[in-house]
C-alpha cells in the first residue's frame, strides 16, 4: 500500500523560509519520480516540482524556479522542497505525488502560509 506522509508546513513572513518533506513507503522509491503539488483556496492544484527517480534531473514551475529547490534521499525515501524567499502567493496546501500502479498517489498535504 503507497503511502506519502509530507511534514514541515507552517507560518512565515515573506522572504522566510520552510524545507517540506515526504516520507514514502509501500513501493520501490529509487524507481520512481517524485512531484510536488500544491493548492491554494479557490484555486486548482499545480504543479510546484519534480525529480526523478536517482536525482538526475529536477523541473520546477516558472513561478518557483530560483526560489525552490527539490531534492530527495533515496536511502530515507524522502523527497524535499526546499523552499526560499517565500511569498504571499505561496500559500497553500503543498503535497507530494507519485505515479505507481497506473494512478496517481497523494499525501494528505500541508499547509504553508506566508504572512506579514
Known amino acids: 500500500q503507497v503511502q506519502l506522509v509530507e511534514s514541515g508546513g507552517g507560518s512565515v513572513q515573506p522572504g522566510g523560509s520552510l524545507r517540506l518533506s515526504c516520507i514514502a513507503s509501500?513501493?520501490?522509491?529509487?524507481?520512481?519520480?517524485m512531484t510536488w503539488y500544491r493548492q491554494a483556496p479557490g484555486k486548482e492544484r499545480e504543479f510546484v516540482a519534480g525529480?526523478?527517480?536517482?536525482?538526475?534531473?529536477?523541473n520546477y514551475a516558472d513561478t518557483v524556479k530560483g526560489r525552490f529547490t527539490i531534492s530527495r534521499d533515496n536511502a530515507k525515501n524522502t523527497v524535499y522542497l526546499e523552499m526560499n524567499s517565500l511569498k504571499p502567493e505561496d500559500t497553500a496546501v503543498y503535497y507530494c505525488?507519485?505515479?505507481?500502479?497506473?494512478?496517481?498517489?497523494w499525501g494528505q498535504g500541508t499547509q504553508v502560509t506566508v504572512s506579514s
Open positions: 505525488r507519485v505515479n505507481y500502479g497506473m494512478r496517481a498517489h
Open positions: 509501500g513501493f520501490i522509491f529509487s524507481n520512481y519520480m
Open positions: 525529480i526523478t527517480s536517482v536525482g538526475e534531473n529536477t
